[in-house]
């Protein structure tokens, strides 16, 4: 069986979705060995369009507070869904697919305790509970052999991780579609009506402030193509300040809640370069190139 705790429901008639009444109507009919009639290209469409509907099972702790949903199928009879037992601790997503490794999910094992797993329906953006939440109980199956000196912070350390973790992602994630725009320029610049000279020095500065920028959030590029050791980036030092939720019970050590201590000083460092760049650099150059003739950089 999955690890953690399994849930079995049991829907006696579930609402279908368009496509799914549409194809039953369509078996009684050719049973019954009746013409079938084209549901028309815009019903059609609407079914294409039409949000899957889904079971969903919210999980609460003891506080009330939610700590997991869980999809599963909206389908008659009896179905499973099962939950690992952790809280998400993931800080941004991507509009692309993502192929996720599970081994190294951004989650955190929650407490023991009580807690109360309740199903609702999810139909065309309409929610509907079913029936009562029911109480289940988060057991310890060992107890630890060593005890955390820190785990009355541990809570609070969870939420500042998470918080910080996400506002350096999402400036890196600004930052390298800023630097797309910034490589662009330079093909921009064939462009232009002015005369040779000042734009191209405003470029090359903003090149020079990037690559100073990249320097500082990811590393030394030449370095790490031979493997030579380069002084921890944020990204490292989050890395480590991360690692004390997974796979174990323990917690975060001092020398981990030191390293996200680390890695907000060093970001504290960078971040009003990081803001002029984004918020004031790139947009200035860009605008100069499209006054002196260059067409739109999109996306």
């Not at 919210?58 to 507070?65: A, E, F, I, Q």
């Not at 903003?206 to 193509?225: D, R």
């Amino acid at each position: 069986p999955p690890y953690g705790a399994v849930f079995n429901y049991y829907l006696s008639d579930p609402d279908k979705s368009m496509a799914d009444s549409r194809k039953e109507k369509e078996k009684e009919l050719k049973k019954a060995k009746k013409d079938i009639p084209f549901p028309g290209w815009d019903a059609l469409e609407n079914e294409k369009n039409q949000t899957k509907p889904t079971a969903v099972l919210m999980v609460k702790n003891s506080d009330n507070k939610v700590v997991a949903r869980i999809n599963g199928p909206l389908k008659k009879g009896f179905q499973q869904v099962s939950w690992d037992l952790t809280q998400s601790m993931k800080t941004t997503l991507t509009t692309a697919k993502e192929n996720e490794n599970p081994r190294f999910r951004r989650t955190a094992a929650v407490d023991p305790g009580n807690y109360t797993a309740t199903l609702f329906k999810s139909v065309d953006g309409v929610v509907t509970q079913l029936g009562i939440p029911q109480e289940f109980t988060v057991e310890r199956i060992r107890k630890n052999v060593l005890k955390n000196p820190n785990a009355d912070r541990i809570a609070s350390y969870k939420s500042e991780l998470k918080d910080f973790a996400t506002k350096v992602d999402v400036s890196m994630h600004d930052f390298e579609k800023a630097s797309k725009k910034v490589k662009a320029f330079n093909k921009a610049l064939r462009y232009v009506n002015a005369p040779p000279g000042t734009l191209e020095n405003e470029v090359v500065k903003l090149q020079q402030t990037m690559h100073a920028l990249n320097i500082a959030l990811f590393g030394n590029s030449a370095k790490a193509e031979v493997g030579e050791k380069d002084e921890p980036t944020i990204g490292n030092r989050l890395m480590i300040a991360q690692r004390g939720f997974f796979g174990n019970s323990y917690g975060p050590t001092k020398m981990q809640m030191e390293s996200l201590e680390l890695a907000k000083k060093q970001f504290s460092g960078i971040m009003p370069e990081l803001f002029k760049f984004l918020e004031t650099d790139v947009p200035r150059v860009e605008k100069l190139l499209q006054n002196a003739g260059a067409p739109p950089i999109v996306d």
